[in-house]
């Protein structure tokens, strides 16, 4: 099955700093990428999506990279701020919504 | 107010008593879902539903029972409780369109089974 793994379970930055947060996929049929937002007592919510036949996208504040040759995928936030303090993880899909894998989260604080 | 709502947000109960997590959506989304989310896990599928009268499972159903008689109602319900249950639950909506799987969350409900 797919395995989802984070590098860095835990990532402390100082405001205004950027932030990048990793992701390692397995499963190689991933062919669509959700990064998620999950806050503290909250449920997750959507940051950004990536398709497999895209490098980069870019979003408010944030950008996904995604390189499939070595299956990685990073989540990449500018001039971070207090209230992006939450966990955050990335959700490969590899065929419809039942095949879809959470990885177990980076928890991003931010230092004022 | 439009959204998906969760209840009860929290809830102890005890090994062996049934309990139903009820979960509303206004948005009218075809598809509908139950995780669970546990400290060192992310989070995991129990059941998910294509429309009304349509449900599956997914990873972790043992032990639980879903239905979907109208499409913005999803309820959740644990046959008869175990302390492995306990967790935070969360249900979710999306509608299949644009080429997109977003999945919007409840705010989840925290469940002790004592």
């Known amino acids: 099955g797919e395995s989802v793994g984070l590098h860095l379970p835990t990532l402390s930055v100082q405001e205004g700093d950027n932030s990048i947060i990793n992701c390692a996929y397995s499963n190689s049929a991933s062919d669509y990428f959700i990064w998620y937002k999950q806050e503290s007592g909250k449920g997750p919510q959507f940051i950004i999506d990536i398709r497999s036949n895209m490098d980069k996208r870019q979003g408010q504040r944030v950008t996904v990279l995604l390189n499939k040759t070595v299956k990685h995928l990073s989540l990449q936030i500018a001039a971070t701020q207090p209230g992006d303090s939450a966990v955050y993880f990335c959700?490969?899909?590899?065929?419809?919504?039942?095949?879809?894998?959470f990885g177990i989260g980076t928890k991003l604080q931010v230092i004022p | 107010d439009a959204g998906i709502t969760q209840s009860p947000r929290y809830k102890i109960t005890e090994t062996g008593r049934q309990v139903t997590l009820m979960c509303h959506q206004t948005?009218?989304?075809?598809?509908m879902f139950w995780y669970r989310q546990d400290l060192g896990h992310g989070l995991r599928l129990i059941y998910y539903?294509?429309?009304?009268?349509?449900?599956d499972k997914g990873e972790v159903p043992d032990g639980y029972v879903v239905s979907r008689s109208k499409t913005e109602n999803f309820p959740l319900t644990l046959e008869s409780a175990t302390r492995s249950q306990t967790s935070v639950y969360f249900c979710a909506s999306s509608e299949v369109g644009a080429g997109s799987y977003e999945q919007y969350f409840g705010p989840g409900t925290r469940l002790t089974v004592t």
């Open positions: 959700a490969p899909y590899s065929g419809g919504y039942q095949k879809v894998t």
């Open positions: 539903s294509a429309a009304a009268d349509i449900t």
């Open positions: 948005w009218s989304h075809s598809y």
